[in-house]
């Protein structure tokens, strides 16, 4: 089975790093995670008109490294979308965090076995 190439270079990062790598994913793949039961929580409080999580919190998330979990939040439980301003800064943060993903795997993944 032939994998993509993003995952073989996670991979080689990983056998260059493993402690910490391994600590990073887990904390991402926990952080996403949270992020997505947020958004469902969210929707599932607003159908019964209850107390809310602020958007403050869903945007501190995925600043955080929700990003991910937050997109897809908002795409299967249609939520915040008519936002504006919500959905501004979501993509605001997604942007940021491309580029600094791309920046370390530019200056860091040339040099990695």
């Known amino acids: 089975m032939k994998f993509p190439r993003d995952f073989s270079l996670a991979v080689r990062?990983?056998?260059c790093?493993?402690?910490?790598?391994?600590?990073a994913v887990?904390?991402?793949?926990?952080?996403?995670?949270?992020t997505l039961l947020a958004f469902g929580w969210d929707k599932l409080r607003a159908?019964?008109?209850?107390?809310?999580?602020?958007?403050?919190?869903?945007?501190?998330l995925a600043a955080l490294g929700g990003s991910?979990?937050?997109v897809l939040g908002r795409w299967i439980f249609r939520h915040k979308t008519?936002?504006?301003?919500?959905?501004?800064?979501?993509?605001?943060?997604?942007?940021v965090q491309a580029a600094v993903f791309y920046l370390v795997?530019?200056?860091?993944?040339?040099g990695l076995p």
């Not at 159908?47 to 501190?60: D, F, H, I, N």
Request: charged share 20%.
């Open 13 to 15: 990062a990983a056998r």
């Open 17 to 23: 790093y493993p402690g910490a790598m391994w600590y």
């Open 26 to 34: 887990i904390y991402l793949w926990a952080v996403n995670l949270l």
């Open 47 to 60: 159908r019964g008109k209850r107390r809310r999580v602020s958007e403050r919190t869903l945007l501190w």
């Open 68 to 70: 991910p979990g937050a």
């Open 82 to 95: 008519r936002k504006r301003g919500f959905s501004i800064w979501l993509f605001a943060i997604v942007v």
């Open 105 to 110: 795997v530019a200056k860091y993944g040339a």
